[in-house]
């Protein structure tokens, strides 16, 4: 896998955690990165993407709450998420967007309890 997610915990609802996706990709900022859950018996779901330039789009059930950003000389995005409820608790993975992913790596999980 070339992401490595990191960031996730346990947290009451109303907390705030950061996620970090760190790629070892060459020439890192011409991709368009996308961070993604997947709650158990779920399907995993977009949550928010970011272009090389820094152009942001999050899904409409995080608007608000959750900021997406990146650092592309460290070849690093970051998913800032405020106001966490119990129903963001899933796995939170990244991965190239659009077309085909990579390996999909471990994920970090993030726990919100009620």
């Known amino acids: 896998a070339h992401f490595v997610e990191s960031g996730g915990g346990f947290v009451q609802s109303g907390g705030s955690l950061r996620l970090s996706c760190t790629s070892d990709?060459?020439?890192?900022?011409?991709?368009?990165v996308a961070w993604f859950r997947q709650a158990p018996g779920q399907q995993r779901e977009f949550v928010a993407r970011?272009?090389?330039?820094?152009?942001?789009e999050v899904a409409e059930s995080v608007q608000g709450r959750f900021t997406i950003s990146r650092y592309n000389a460290n070849k690093t995005v970051s998913l800032q998420m405020n106001n966490l409820k119990p129903e963001d608790t899933a796995v939170y993975s990244c991965?190239?967007?659009?077309?085909?992913?990579?390996?999909w790596g471990q994920g970090t999980q993030v726990t919100v309890s009620s």
């Open positions: 991965n190239v967007v659009p077309g085909r992913p990579f390996d």
């Open positions: 990709l060459g020439s890192f900022s011409i991709y368009n």
């Open positions: 970011i272009n090389g330039e820094g152009n942001a």
